[in-house]
């Protein structure tokens, strides 16, 4: 199976500063097909997760655009460039590749 | 508006079975391969099973080969996880969700509460 692991843990940030979040596969997720299926969800207390970013880079429509996603091949990249108070809760980097799909363990974002 | 509900949890003891259902509502059911992912307490997203669009493609993770069964009824534009021979382990919030972009997870549901214990 594919690990997927993310860094830090966990994340506590002042309002309007930054925040990266990192993801690191075991194998390359770059299909012959040139699609590489990588994807990035929050999940916000209490509620279901919510699709952020697919296929590395593109924001799902109506996720704002201090989200982005960069990368390539194993290791990828989520960053925030002005964190908000609605962004809190855990995010989950996933790959579709291969079977199984396997998630990360999730990185906690918290406000300072 | 576009959703999935999830219904069927409950309380089961160890080696027993439930059936979960998902009913969508706000697109054409047929044209999507379906998904369920599981999360138990306090931990991370699991990904358990897919169908494909006419339901003869089934894909699983390895802990419940064997054990549950994904099928949907397009008719009733409904999809299901049969689980048998429940594990304490197999305790979790299940998620239905439609792999809408790409294999992106782009519409969840609410979630139903499996607990195996006896």
């Known amino acids: 199976d594919i690990v997927m692991t993310q860094t830090p843990p966990s994340l506590s940030v002042t309002p309007g500063q930054p925040a990266s979040i990192s993801c690191k596969s075991s194998q390359s997720l770059l299909d012959s097909d040139g699609t590489t299926y990588f994807y990035w969800y929050l999940q916000k207390p209490g509620q279901s997760p919510q699709l952020l970013i697919y296929e590395v880079s593109s924001r799902l429509s109506g996720v704002p655009d201090r989200f982005s996603g960069s990368g390539s091949g194993t290791d990828f990249t989520l960053e925030i460039s002005r964190v908000e108070a609605e962004d809190v809760g855990v995010y989950y980097c996933m790959q579709a590749i291969h079977l199984p799909w396997t998630l990360g363990q999730g990185t906690k974002v918290e406000i300072k | 508006e576009v959703q999935l509900v999830e219904s069927g949890g409950g309380l089961v003891q160890p080696g027993g079975s439930l059936r979960l259902s998902c009913v969508v509502s706000g697109f054409t059911f047929t044209n999507y391969w379906m998904t369920w992912v599981r999360q138990a307490p306090g931990k991370g997203l699991e990904w358990v099973a897919n169908i494909n669009q006419g339901g003869s493609g089934k894909q699983y993770v390895d802990s419940v080969k064997g054990r549950f069964t994904i099928s949907r009824d397009n008719t009733k534009n409904s999809l299901y996880l049969q689980m048998d021979s429940l594990r304490v382990e197999d305790t979790a919030v299940y998620f239905c969700?439609?792999?809408?972009?790409?294999?992106?997870?782009?519409?969840w549901g609410q979630g139903t509460v499996i607990t195996v214990s006896s």
């Open positions: 969700a439609r792999p809408g972009i790409g294999r992106g997870l782009d519409i």
